[in-house]
């Protein structure tokens, strides 16, 4: 039973372009969404989280955005850099310390 | 500053053969966890621990085992390893809160 998921395993964006990547989920208790961002060879690394009690969250070319009513949030990067090409998770928390569910990941691929 | 230091990065087992992952953290951190990676699959959580002397069951505990004698280290063993626990293994630490910090992950095969 997969709480958390990333429908597009891989998206293509031309450099300059918005980058969206989407993550859908299903537990109504996740209060706490976190993306991640992963280079072959390596562990991944935090990028920007959202708490249930905002719709919206920057920091600097990305931006992250959560409908609760929908169980759907989005990460945007703009502009798209080649840098940025990497396996992207999205994960989700039930309670403050709670364990972190992750999604299947997006490939991004940023092309010059 | 290290963070967390998986050992070892690669291994090759038979089946039927036991290991242990040892995951070191020097951030003082209270949580870790053990999650696996395969394709198609994301990061599933194997066990994870809350604090020093204990631990828990993830989403796919079934075959490993895990110890947490010391704070700063989190082992996970595979007393009989089976074709389906080729993986990349990753090891993360947290302070009480969400953000979570991975080590670089170790590749299982086992033949």
């Known amino acids: 039973d997969q709480q958390v998921k990333q429908n597009s395993p891989s998206l293509s964006v031309q450099e300059g372009r918005i980058s969206i990547l989407n993550c859908d989920y299903t537990n109504s208790m996740f209060d706490y969404f976190l993306w991640y961002k992963k280079y072959p060879a390596e562990g991944p690394t935090f990028l920007i989280s959202i708490s249930s009690i905002k719709d919206k969250n920057e920091d600097g070319r990305f931006t992250v955005f959560l409908n609760k009513s929908a169980k759907h949030l989005s990460l945007h990067i703009v502009p798209s850099q080649p840098g940025d090409s990497a396996v992207y998770f999205c994960a989700a928390r039930a309670n403050q310390g709670g364990k972190l569910i992750f999604g299947q990941g997006t490939e991004l691929s940023v092309k010059p | 500053n290290a963070g967390v230091t998986q050992t070892p990065k690669f291994r090759v087992l038979k089946t039927g053969q036991s290991m242990t992952l040892l995951c070191a953290q020097d951030m003082n951190h209270e949580y870790m966890y053990w999650y696996r990676q395969d394709p198609g699959m994301g990061l599933r959580l194997i066990h994870y621990?809350?604090?020093?002397?204990?631990?828990a069951k993830g989403e796919v505990p079934d075959g490993y085992n895990v110890s947490r004698l010391k704070k700063q280290n989190f082992l996970l063993g595979l007393e009989s390893a089976a074709p389906s626990q080729t993986s990349v293994y990753f090891c993360?630490?947290?302070?009480?809160?969400?953000?979570?910090?991975f080590g670089s992950g170790t590749q299982l095969s086992v033949l």
């Open positions: 993360a630490s947290s302070p009480a809160d969400e953000k979570l910090f």
């Open positions: 621990s809350v604090g020093e002397g204990t631990t």
